[in-house]
């Protein structure tokens, strides 16, 4: 199991910017994939933007254009950048890290998350 923390999150007004950070604990080798998650109170957790080890990325319909995926191997770091925030972002934001192919949901180890609030 790899260790994620996050980083980054906080309180924004709409239409402001935050990026979030994930460092892992150790390397993530080819057949993982990594991503961006975020849960509601009240709401299941979704599916934010994913990407594997080769940087093909995928994104919910509801950030494509605002938010972008990136990851820096050398530093084992996963990040999302957020941009035109918008009221409906506010959620706990989770990095997660599972072997390509297998539902993230079940397989995933996760970070603690962070709290993105926007008003």
């Known amino acids: 199991h790899v260790q994620l923390v996050e980083s980054g999150g906080g309180s924004v007004q709409a239409g402001g910017s935050l990026r979030l950070s994930c460092t892992a604990s150790t390397y993530t080798y080819s057949s993982y994939c990594m991503g961006w998650f975020r849960q509601a109170p009240g709401k299941e957790r979704e599916g934010v933007a994913t990407i594997d080890s080769i940087g093909v990325t995928t994104y919910a319909d509801s950030v494509k254009g605002r938010f972008t995926i990136s990851q820096d191997n050398a530093k084992n770091t996963l990040y999302l950048q957020m941009n035109s925030l918008k009221p409906e972002d506010t959620a706990m934001y989770y990095c997660?890290?599972?072997?390509?192919?297998?539902?993230?949901?079940?397989?995933?180890?996760w970070g603690q998350g962070t709290q993105v609030t926007v008003s």
């Open positions: 997660g890290s599972w072997r390509c192919g297998m539902n993230p949901y079940s397989d995933a180890d």
